[in-house]
C-alpha cells in the first residue's frame, strides 16, 4: 500500500484556510489543515511532504514554527505565507530554510505547482 504524502496549511483565517486546502486537492497527497502552529505541533503525524504556514499566526509565529522545526532536526520543505511588504519576514524565512515565501495576495495556482514540484522532487521524479 502506498501512502500518500501529507501537505499541511496553517493558517489562522477559515476562509483562507479552505482556499488553499481548495487549490491544493487536485494534487495527490492527503491535505491537513491547521488553525495554528501549535494546532499543528500538537496534532502531527505521518511523514510530511510539505508545510505551508501564514507567517502571522496568533501565538506561535510560521517563523517561529520553521525554527522549532529546524532545532529538531524536522524540516520538511516549508513555504510561509505573508503580505507584500513584509520583505524582512521573507528575507529571514529563506535565511531560516524556507523552500519560498509567497506574498498572499498572489497565492493562487502558483502555490499547487510549486507544492506539486516539492512532493515530485521528494520521490526523485524529474521535471
Do not use: W
Not at 513555504?79 to 529571514?92: H, K, M, N, P, Y
Not at 519560498?100 to 524529474?126: C, M, N, S
Amino acid at each position: 500500500m502506498v501512502t500518500r504524502p501529507i501537505v499541511a496549511v496553517i493558517e489562522a483565517d477559515a476562509r483562507d484556510r479552505r482556499t488553499l486546502c481548495s487549490l491544493l486537492s487536485p494534487l495527490d497527497a492527503e491535505i491537513r489543515d491547521f488553525d495554528s502552529a501549535e494546532s499543528y505541533l500538537a496534532g502531527r503525524n505521518g511523514a510530511l511532504g510539505c508545510l505551508i504556514t501564514e507567517v502571522a499566526l496568533p501565538g506561535m509565529s510560521g517563523l517561529d514554527l520553521l525554527r522549532v522545526l529546524r532545532a529538531n532536526g524536522t524540516t520538511p520543505p516549508i513555504i510561509l505565507l505573508g503580505e507584500e511588504s513584509d520583505v524582512r519576514a521573507a528575507v529571514t524565512a529563506m535565511r531560516e530554510g524556507a523552500v519560498d515565501f509567497i506574498e498572499k495576495p498572489h497565492v493562487d495556482i502558483a502555490i499547487l505547482r510549486r507544492v506539486a514540484y516539492l512532493l515530485d522532487h521528494q520521490q526523485g521524479l524529474k521535471h
